[in-house]
Every structure is written in C-alpha cells, then in structure tokens.
C-alpha cells in the first residue's frame, strides 16, 4: 500500500522560510519521479516542482529562485525547502509519486504566509 505523509506545513510570517517533507512507504522510491504541488482556497491545484528519478528538478514559474525540491532515496523522502515566501505561497501542498500514468497523492500539508 503506498503512503506518503507530507509535514512541516504552519504559520510563517512573509519573507521567512519552512521547508516541507514528504515520507513515502510501500513503493521502490528510488525509480519514482516525485512532486510537490499546491492548492489555494478557490484555485485548482497547481504543480509546484517536480524531481525526477535521476534528480532533475522543474519549478513553476511563480517559484523559481525561491523554492528547492530534493530528495534523499535513503530516507525515502522528498523535500522541498521555501524561502522569501509571500502571501500567494498560501495553500495546502501536496506530495505527489508518480511512475509512468500512475500516480498517488498524499493528503496535504497546509501552509500560511502572514503577518
């Protein structure tokens, strides 16, 4: 049965940084390309950054420069490290592990960026 369980979302004030992690159980992590991606209330849930099975990394647009997706197959563990966070980094992220047209979601960890 495959499990992934975001932590490290809360409260952080704008300009600070949190990093999120992602635990997976029950696949070969080492061969699955692993994502992050958000949600903000009233907005459809949108790829944040994605890192494949051989570490290439791809980021949004919106998150270039700021975030850092990483991974450590030992732990079977995704991260991904947030700096400089806004107001519009709001939202509740989600893990994603994805092999080929498969692809499983773990339940979200909410983030908000305020004062």
């Known amino acids: 049965q495959v499990q992934l369980v975001e932590s490290g979302g809360g409260l952080v004030q704008p300009g600070g940084s949190l990093r999120l992690s992602c635990a997976a159980s029950?696949?070969?992590?080492?061969?699955?390309?692993m994502g992050w991606y958000r949600q903000a209330p009233g907005k459809q849930r949108e790829l944040v950054a994605r890192?494949?099975?051989?570490?290439?990394?791809n980021y949004a647009d919106s998150v270039k420069g700021r975030f850092t997706i990483s991974r450590n197959n030992a732990k079977n563990t995704v991260y991904l490290q947030r700096d400089r966070l806004r107001h519009a980094d709001t939202a509740a992220y989600y893990c994603?592990?994805?092999?080929?047209?498969?692809?499983?979601w773990g339940q979200g960890t909410k983030v908000t960026v305020a004062s």
């Open positions: 994603s592990a994805d092999l080929g047209a498969l692809s499983n």
């Open positions: 029950g696949i070969i992590f080492s061969i699955y390309h």
């Open positions: 890192i494949t099975s051989g570490d290439t990394a």
